[in-house]
């Protein structure tokens, strides 16, 4: 599980700044998508090979009476409470305010280790200003400029080293990645029928499920197998196992949903046909989309919808969530247990795609195909030429392209070659990452 970061401090000490820097590595990667409607309180960010989760709060406003600002604090207080540690962002210019030492003591009641971060923080001579931070009690003030990106590395190795994290595990680009089971995790927002459909999936006779404790770190699984493939179902946001069964719990955790896809390999997006696709639903869809995870999505309640909101739901998707049009979609009644046949098809075709051997022959084959069929414009004074490709990474899929001024290959182009990839490779039910490697 990714260890979760989480940023506290008043209005305007730079939180947001900060957490741009802390998630800024991902960004690009979805930038492209469009239609994709993302909650940028919660992002991913890694360093080194290290990722982790950042929450980006309100703040807690702890004397404010009602109104948005209690709702703010109780949205902090969960944000804390599922965070491993949390960053506190002060303002090094402003110096120490009352209100600093209001959420200090909230945060020492919440008890949660925390890293003390005096932002704004660049071209001051002396630390002078910085000596009074230490009354807040949190030990050591960490100096840093979140605008000009000085300092803010060692405060993320500083956070993620005081939780003693265990080594990071390789990755499954390799030989043995079939022989593994395959992490299914089951999305959604509360009521779209998550515990009614892995019920019914465990209750099924040919489906059978082993007791295993999990630990506090790792996720909670359940192993069954199906059809001789083994599987791992990660416990999801509001799920959890009671005795034999899934049992929703009362409040959605959007960290717990972060960490269930991005320890998946598979990912179930279920969406509710009586409500349709709705704002929550799209985020849940960025985050998977943005994890890089295979995805299926499944339309529950199928059996309660007429074909007049049949309609509708599908016009929805397809105008909400165009960025997963590589997904397979599927209309399921969990309770009446229909369609779930195709369901278990779909997540077996999308966890091979996702971890389908792209040899450098046949790529560099496809690629050079690709280009007799297309050449790339020229821009300017450049004409991209792409000479030979090679796969970078499994789940998801990557391929590296080598070649000549690549930097000027366009967003269409990018895109006729990862239709041509996809057609070939048959990748139905994952995310392609197509990377341009540049040599001069
Ligand atoms: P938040 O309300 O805590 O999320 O704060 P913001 O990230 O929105 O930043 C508040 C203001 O402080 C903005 O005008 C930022 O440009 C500015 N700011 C953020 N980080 C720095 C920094 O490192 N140095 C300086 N000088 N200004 C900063
Ligand atoms: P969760 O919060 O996502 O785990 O959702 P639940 O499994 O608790 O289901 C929420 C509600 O939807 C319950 O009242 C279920 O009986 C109902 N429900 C679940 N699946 C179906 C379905 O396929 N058809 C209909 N009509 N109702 C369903």
């Not at 390799?174 to 959604?188: C, F, H, Q, S, T």
């Not at 598979?266 to 869809?285: K, P, R, Y």
């Not at 369901?343 to 560099?364: C, F, G």
């Amino acid at each position: 599980m990714k260890p979760v970061i989480a940023l506290v401090g008043r209005p305007n000490v730079g939180k947001s700044t900060l957490f741009n820097r802390l998630t800024k590595t991902r960004d690009a990667i979805v930038a492209d998508f469009a239609g994709l409607t993302r909650d940028r309180h919660y992002g991913n960010g890694r360093a080194g090979n290290r990722e982790y989760i950042v929450i980006d709060t309100g703040g807690f406003e702890p004397d404010a009476g009602s109104g948005i600002y209690s709702e703010m604090a109780k949205q902090t207080r969960q944000a804390v409470a599922e965070a491993d540690v949390v960053i506190f962002v002060v303002d090094a210019r402003d110096g120490l305010s009352a209100q600093d030492h209001d959420i200090a003591n909230e945060l020492r009641r919440l008890g949660k280790p925390c890293i003390l971060v005096a932002n704004k923080a660049e071209g001051m001579q002396s630390s002078a200003r910085l000596v009074d931070f230490y009354e807040l009690g949190f030990g050591e003030v960490h100096a840093v400029s979140a605008a000009h990106g000085q300092g803010v590395r060692d405060i993320v190795d500083l956070a993620l080293e005081s939780l003693n994290l265990p080594d990071v595990e390789e990755d499954d680009f390799g030989d043995d990645a079939e022989a593994k089971p395959i992490r299914l995790a089951v999305a959604g927002r509360p009521n779209v029928g998550k515990s009614t459909l892995i019920n019914t999936w465990l209750g099924e006779e040919r489906l059978v499920a082993f007791d295993m404790p999990g630990t506090t770190r790792d996720a909670i699984t359940v192993p069954f197998e199906r059809n001789g493939q083994r599987f791992e179902l990660i416990d999801t946001a509001g799920l959890r196992r009671k005795g034999r069964v899934f049992e929703a719990i009362e409040k959605f955790s959007v960290v717990k949903t972060l960490q269930a896809i991005e320890s998946a390999n598979v990912v179930l997006l279920l969406l509710d046909a009586t409500q349709g696709v709705t704002d929550q639903d799209a985020h849940i869809a960025g985050y998977i989309l943005e994890s890089g995870r295979a995805v299926v999505i499944a339309v529950n309640k199928w059996d309660a919808v007429d074909a007049y909101q049949r309609e509708q739901v599908n016009r929805q998707i397809e105008s909400r969530l165009p960025f997963l049009k590589f997904a397979s979609l599927n209309f399921i009644s969990a309770a009446k247990r229909q369609g779930l046949g195709p369901v278990w098809q779909a997540i077996a075709q999308a966890h091979k795609a996702a971890t389908r051997k792209m040899s450098t022959p046949v790529l560099t084959r496809l690629l050079q195909e690709a280009v007799q069929f297309q050449t790339p414009k020229k821009t300017g004074m450049f004409r991209p030429k792409l000479r030979y490709a090679h796969q970078g990474g499994m789940n998801p899929p990557v391929i590296v392209i080598h070649g000549n001024s690549l930097e000027h290959v366009t967003d269409a182009y990018r895109r006729f070659l990862e239709g041509r990839f996809r057609k070939e490779f048959d990748l139905v039910g994952t995310p392609l990452r197509i990377e341009f490697k540049t040599s001069h």
